[in-house]
């Protein structure tokens, strides 16, 4: 009694089961931690939040303590009714209070604890199997007898009266503990059977996990090398910064410093003009001409030109002013500076791409400095060259790039179709396998109002993207064999990546048709 007592204290009042993990609000009150915090979020939907218990009410979601107390008291109890809490079969004869069962009988339809068991035994001989609550599967649905046989024929579970007079009479029969032995045989054998797949199965998954962890310990190393790289670039932003200034501070300085020297000079002059001028005037009022006369040796002619202010009038100084080129050339090297660090740091090299007039079709009109491709849809007359494509209106790039990561940006004028790629100088000019991606020396990313298309070896392979920019981004990493396009839009979005081992140098191709044009931006 004093148990049952102690286990309903121990239960909690939303799932009615022993606490895990109990924990307490303000108001006292202990639940499971799962079980209150799901009442919790359900309240909040309602917009206030409230004991499950006594119902008091709280104005922000309350806090959650650990009642460590009432955990080991929980702990202490089921660990000393281990049975109770993994059947919850109670014997069917102590009415007064829940005792765990042992032992069910199969005649009797009945749970006993292991004082009311002793008491059974002493007194008739039944069959007891493990404690439960059902006993139908136990018995034969149809003569209510124990079942006691296997029929192999119908698969089944019998009695004696199935098998001697009902409709089992005559099969070929084995005794229950007989039966499951050979069964657990062939369960056996099965797992055996199946050892060798879960082994696949279990390499497969740390491999994975071995491959999940890489990939964390990779972005933990990338992070920090961008975080470095952000540093250096801020520091390096400060003292281009500083350079900067430094130098409008000394151009400041320095002419600032010659118009203040201009403004003294021409002060002493002015003053020395001003006295002049006083005491010409006191000349002109004196009355005795004797006297006036006798002082004609001091200079009265004298206008204040250039030999009395320096010879210039002081209007040197309205001709200085600050270079702001060479301010300009001092921030942009700078930058450039910042710029060649950062795709050192990252060890990609941004290459100085021209296009090979030579390799044009006579379609393909090339731009002065050999950056455009645009499709006239006309051909144009040019020189003869061995080079040079006939079937396809494409161009090759002068120099190929035969080793590192190389990156640089085209810009499609979103008209027509336009191919941009990579393929070998060796890639042939004419013919059906002329056209890029349409051969094993080529691959190319297609480029139309519709969406992208990859190709390689004619193999077509649509991509599930619409162009949402017109400026794309490619990445070579030669030793590594990967071809990489991005699409240059806000976030930059990966389009698709080739995998190849690479043996030639790879230049730069373009395709071009119905008035498209493509430029090379890096």
């Excluded at 991606?437 to 193999?459: E, I, Q, R």
Aim: neutral net charge.
């Amino acid at each position: 009694m004093a148990s049952a007592e102690l286990r309903d204290k121990l239960n909690c009042s939303i799932c009615l089961s022993l606490y895990t993990d109990p924990v307490s609000l303000r108001c006292g009150h202990n639940f499971c931690r799962s079980c209150i915090v799901s009442a919790l979020d359900t309240q909040e939907a309602a917009g206030g939040y409230s004991c499950p218990d006594c119902r008091a009410e709280y104005p922000e979601r309350p806090a959650l303590e650990k009642n460590r107390k009432l955990r080991n008291i929980v702990e202490r109890f089921s660990s000393t009714q281990p049975d109770m809490e993994k059947t919850r079969i109670f014997c069917t004869y102590c009415t007064r209070s829940p005792v765990p069962a042992v032992k069910s009988c199969l005649q009797c339809e009945t749970s006993m604890c292991e004082k009311h068991l002793t008491a059974h035994n002493k007194l008739v001989n039944h069959n007891l199997i493990e404690p439960t609550l059902s006993f139908k599967g136990q018995k034969c649905s149809t003569h209510n007898e124990i079942l006691k046989y296997y029929c192999p024929i119908d698969v089944a579970c019998i009695c004696v009266s199935c098998w001697v007079a009902g409709e089992h009479r005559g099969h070929y029969v084995e005794l229950l503990d007989e039966a499951s032995e050979k069964k657990k045989e062939k369960l056996m054998k099965y797992v055996d059977n199946l050892n060798p797949q879960k082994k696949k199965f279990l390499t497969k998954v740390q491999n994975l996990k071995d491959h999940k962890r890489k990939i964390q310990e990779k972005a933990s190393e990338k992070r920090k090398n961008i975080s470095k790289i952000i540093m250096d670039i801020k520091k390096q932003l400060e003292m281009a910064e500083m350079k900067a200034l430094s130098e409008v501070s000394r151009q400041e300085e320095k002419i600032v410093s010659q118009i203040s020297h201009l403004i003294m000079k021409l002060e002493i002059q002015e003053d020395e003009l001003s006295r002049k001028m006083r005491h010409v005037e006191e000349m002109c009022r004196v009355t005795d001409p004797i006297r006036l006369l006798q002082e004609s040796d001091i200079t009265v002619c004298s206008h204040g030109g250039d030999e009395d202010t320096g010879g210039d009038g002081g209007e040197v100084s309205t001709e200085e002013d600050l270079d702001e080129v060479l301010i300009s050339l001092t921030l942009h090297r700078s930058m450039r500076d910042i710029v060649t660090n950062v795709t050192s740091e990252l060890g990609v090299h941004v290459p100085d791409i021209l296009l090979d007039v030579g390799t044009a079709h006579r379609c393909v009109k090339i731009s002065e400095d050999l950056k455009t491709a645009t499709d006239l849809e006309e051909e144009q007359e040019k020189r003869k060259s061995r080079g040079r494509f006939v079937d396809y209106s494409q161009v090759l790039s002068r120099c190929g790039l035969s080793s590192g990561r190389h990156y640089w940006e085209v810009e499609w004028d979103q008209i027509g179709v336009c191919a941009i790629g990579l393929s070998y100088r060796s890639m042939a000019r004419k013919g059906d396998k002329s056209g890029i991606g349409y051969n094993d020396k080529s691959w190319s990313l297609d480029m139309y109002d519709g969406g992208y298309k990859a190709w390689h070896k004619s193999d077509e392979l649509a991509l599930s993207v619409k162009p949402t920019c017109p400026t794309l981004g490619v990445f070579l990493d030669y030793e590594a064999g990967r071809l990489s396009f991005y699409e240059l839009c806000d976030p930059i979005r990966h389009l698709h990546t080739f995998t190849a081992s690479f043996t030639k140098p790879l230049h730069v191709i373009f395709y071009v048709n119905d008035g498209a044009s493509v430029t090379i931006r890096s």
